[in-house]
């Protein structure tokens, strides 16, 4: 009995453990298994994926975030305006996205463990009437507009301008080169595929900034153009600008802010090398009632970079907008950069060997700052004969009329008033005239020069006190005025489902008054003008009258010229695109009168003040097609031809200073030009290649030189050339990867091949812009056609100079943290070639005509820089600042910019040749609230 008790009690003890460890497993089940359900819903990740695009220009947005309501959570847009975004927030959430100028954007969606795609999402700009305004400035769209463009977005103007000047910020574009010239506050220069900044485009929200009478234009008169910048877009080649005389080389159109609708606004401080300081603020009230104004102003000052070329310089801007209702808004701007600036002109560049000897004065790390006309006068106060000032505000009112869903019209009056001038000296011979320049044909004028390098203006005094007939050298300020008014307005239309309709008109008017007069007579009681005494043209009662050539002018007399040009253009153009799915294709023409005439009040008596008035009819026509192959691939073309009125300057009127003569050989430029293209883009990856051809045909061209004349004096004298062509070819491509996250690689190479190939006739002027003999070159008036000094010069293969015809580019920005960004860009610099010159340093064998073959000009040496720039977001409060910093050239790197060719083709002989600026920087805080 006592075994079996025991057997049972076993039994019992084993089932009781086995009840318990059943339970407590049981237990451990119901605590774990929540556990694991709980780390299974945390593991889970919601995928959200879409594109988001301009809702008005259908452009894909890079850069653009995606963020969860009341996360951290969130994603940036690739490089195709698509983003993925993983979020472990499930069910019902708000999105929200933001992008720099465009209204903040908030969407309800559900998120489940499926992917959600929320295909195209579309935002909206917070300027008001942006659209309208795209459509005057004729921005291209990419993978849509068959033509080569680069858009440079405002972010990046703030990043990386710094203390460069606003056409630099081009410098990493295909096509272009950029350069300061001669170094002074605004006076840089750009040239794009080889052209020269006279034959390229520049807008201003469709408006033209172009100068009517040579093309040309003064990026100092809009120093603050980078403040108010909303996208800038270079169009190379054709262009898809809508106007009535586009450009040969491209077009840079400029978008600038118009009114926010978002109120805020913003206050910076910047400084940088050679007491750079700029302050800047903008303020914007956003739409009320209907009502929104929009505010900036400016001032920058400094020393320069440049010996002697102190600066001031003011911005405004000022838009006020009225949103009168759903078909109607109004929108007046005012802009304006007032500014003066002492400079250090295109004829005081010097040789290499010439720069290599004024270290002397400057030592070797600033010897290419070394400025020739930087001096002082007898009592030692700041002289200089290199001076500019110049406002030429900008003043627009635009009308933006939505007729219906399917047609608006849009158009802009517009005013442009120049008042302003600089300096050019005087003197009672032209060797006299010449002193005021810091150099002749690159060598250093020594005649005025101190012990340390410095011009001596207080030896002019001298020079005249001792004179009996007096001031043999004096001031004069060159006036330079003008009063422009345009009406541009553009109808736009859809006709069925795929085509697109535009026409518009386009309408200028012109007139610029030129004249000069005595500021300083520099110690001397009159000034005798000698222009007065040169020049005997037919029908000129006052060259004729004893008392008005032998004038004993004082300060405030009118001196050297005094003439109003005028110039008014009417012209009509229209466009038809037609879009379906993946197929663009347009064909546009536009035809033009230009007329030009002008009044002489200097030599003519009033029946004879005015010219004959010329009229060119001007048309073109282009048309271009681009196809989509599928979401990564397109491919374009685009094909042209311009017939182009020629210029007002060295066109028409070849010397409008002295005479009311015509050029009787004034012809239209032509130009013929074909382009192919292909894009790439991906979410990591995107590039596109571009091939062109243009040829350019009957150009008038002026080349100026210092030539010694047959009877010993010397004379700044020059040579106007027609029927000169060109044919600029070459290959561009550019590209931008994103390997990782925060990681933009950019870069870029263009190749061109750009030539003068022509035989083309030239003819002699002096300084006065009278025609010279061919019979030892001695000056008088009536000279006959037979007569005139000219040469036939053979320019077949001739490199085009002055700009790069090989570049390339690669750059990097990265975001290594929340709020801060660096970056970095090396520009690289080939096959530069120094500007033709006919006469080389001494031209009298040329005055005597024949022909001359003209060899390669000199190749200037091959150079790069390294540019970077960091800026750090932080908040002070709930008040948003930003820190920026930048250093150009950050390897200092000495190499020549600029040159004219000499007599041999070599580096000894050029001159006018100019260096980039060494390492410069500057640091800017901004605060926007």
């Known amino acids: 009995m006592p075994e079996k008790r025991c057997f049972l009690g076993d039994v019992a003890k084993l089932i009781i453990k086995r009840f318990y460890m059943k339970r407590t497993f049981v237990k451990s089940l119901v605590c774990i298994v929540p556990m694991l359900l709980l780390t299974l819903a945390t593991m889970a990740q919601g995928v959200v994926k879409g594109k988001v695009i301009d809702s008005q220009t259908k452009e894909e947005l890079i850069g653009a975030t995606v963020m969860v309501q009341g996360t951290g959570e969130g994603a940036a847009t690739n490089l195709d305006g698509s983003f993925v975004l993983e979020t472990a927030k499930m069910g019902d959430q708000v999105l929200i996205f933001r992008c720099v100028g465009y209204k903040e954007l908030r969407k309800e969606v559900k998120i489940t463990a499926k992917p959600l795609n929320l295909g195209i999402i579309k935002m909206e700009t917070e300027s008001i009437g942006l659209g309208d305004v795209t459509v005057t400035a004729s921005v291209a769209v990419r993978r849509k507009t068959p033509v080569a463009i680069s858009v440079i977005e405002p972010v990046e103007i703030e990043n990386k301008l710094s203390t460069q000047e606003f056409p630099e910020i081009l410098k990493s574009t295909p096509g272009v080169y950029a350069t300061k010239s001669g170094g002074a506050f605004g006076d840089s220069r750009i040239n794009l595929r080889g052209f020269e900044q006279a034959n390229i485009a520049v807008m201003i929200n469709g408006v033209p900034m172009n100068d009517m009478e040579w093309g040309g234009l003064y990026w100092s008169n809009w120093a603050g153009l980078s403040d108010v910048t909303r996208s800038m877009q270079v169009q190379r080649g054709l262009g898809a600008s809508k106007v009535s005389s586009p450009s040969v080389g491209g077009s840079i159109n400029i978008v600038t802010r118009t009114t926010d609708a978002k109120e805020g606004g913003s206050i910076s401080y910047a400084l940088g090398n050679d007491g750079y300081n700029k302050i800047m603020f903008n303020v914007s009230t956003g739409l009320r009632k209907g009502w929104a104004i929009t505010l900036l102003g400016a001032k920058s000052w400094g020393d ?501 015809q090989t570049t390339f580019a690669l750059g990097a920005k990265y975001q290594p943290l929340k709020g801060l960004r660096v970056g970095a860009d090396y520009t690289y610099w080939m096959r530069n070639y120094a500007n033709f010159s006919v006469g080389g340093s001494n031209g009298s064998d040329l005055i005597m005509g024949g022909y001359k073959a003209y060899e390669t000009p000199w190749r200037m040496p091959s150079a790069g820089e390294l540019d970077m720039n960091v800026n750090y977001s932080f908040y002070i409060g709930k008040i948003r600042a930003t820190l920026f910093g930048n250093v150009n050239n950050i390897l200092d790197n000495k190499s020549i910019s600029d040159a004219t060719d000499g007599a041999n083709h070599d580096w000894k002989t050029a001159y006018q040749v100019f260096y980039r600026f060494g390492r410069n920087y500057s640091i800017r805080l901004k605060i926007a609230f």
């Open 304 to 804: 320069g970079y440049i010996q002697g070329t102190e600066f001031e310089s003011y911005s405004y801007f000022a838009n006020i907008s009225k949103q009168i209702n759903s078909s109607h808004l109004l929108s007046f701007t005012v802009f304006g950069a007032p500014q003066w600036h002492n400079q250090r002109s295109n004829y005081d560049g010097l040789t290499i060997e010439g720069w290599q000897k004024v270290e002397k004065y400057m030592g070797k790390d600033r010897q290419y700052r070394y400025n020739p006309t930087y001096g002082f006068g007898l009592h030692g106060e700041r002289k200089t004969s290199s001076y500019n000032r110049y406002h030429k505000p900008q003043i627009s009112l635009n009308h933006f009329w939505t007729i219906n869903e399917k047609s608006s019209l849009s158009t802009v009056l517009y005013v442009s008033i120049g008042r302003g001038g600089g300096y050019k000296g005087l003197g009672s011979t032209s060797d006299y005239a010449n002193q005021w320049y810091g150099s002749s044909n690159g060598t250093l004028n020594t005649y005025f020069r101190n012990a340390d390098g410095t011009f001596a203006y207080d030896k002019i005094y001298e020079l005249n006190a001792s004179s009996e007939n007096g001031s043999l050298m004096a001031m004069s300020n060159s006036v330079n005025e003008h009063n422009w008014y345009g009406l541009m307005s553009t109808y736009t239309t859809s006709i069925g489902k795929y085509f697109d309709v535009y026409g518009g008109i386009d309408f200028r008017y012109y007139n610029g008054t030129h004249t000069n007069k005595l500021v300083d007579l520099y110690g001397g009681d009159f000034f005798i003008d000698r222009y007065r005494a040169q020049v005997s043209p037919d029908n000129n009662a006052n060259a004729n009258n004893p008392d008005w050539v032998n004038q004993k002018l004082k300060v405030g007399d009118v001196v050297y010229r005094d003439y109003d040009g005028y110039v008014m253009q009417e012209g009509i153009f229209g466009q038809a695109e037609f879009n379906r799915e993946a197929l663009s294709v347009f064909v546009a023409g536009a035809v033009s009168n230009t007329s030009y005439w002008q009044k002489n009040h200097f030599y003519y008596d009033k029946d004879h003040e005015k010219s004959s008035t010329e009229n060119f009819i001007g048309w073109n026509v282009k048309g271009g097609a681009n196809y989509n192959l599928t979401d990564n691939h397109n491919v374009f073309a685009n094909i042209g031809y311009i017939s182009r009125a020629p210029f007002y300057s060295g066109g028409v009127f070849l010397y409008a200073l002295n005479s009311n003569a015509t050029n009787p050989d004034a012809v239209n430029e032509k130009v013929f030009s074909l382009e192919v293209g292909y894009g790439f883009r991906s979410s990591l990856f995107s590039a596109n290649l571009n091939l062109y051809r243009t040829e350019w045909l009957d150009k008038t061209m002026t080349r100026t030189m210092d030539i010694t004349l047959p009877d010993g004096t010397k004379d700044r004298s020059s040579i106007n050339m027609s029927g000169v062509n060109a044919l600029h070819q070459g290959i561009e491509l550019d590209f931008v990867f994103r390997p990782i996250k925060n990681l933009d690689i950019n870069g870029m190479l263009s190749v061109g091949d750009w030539k003068w190939n022509s035989v083309s006739t030239g003819y002699f002027y002096n300084s006065s812009g009278q025609p010279l003999k061919d019979n030892k070159g001695n000056i008088a008036s009536g000279i006959q056609a037979e007569d005139h000094a000219k040469m036939v010069l053979d320019l077949d293969g001739t490199r085009v100079g002055n700009s790069a």
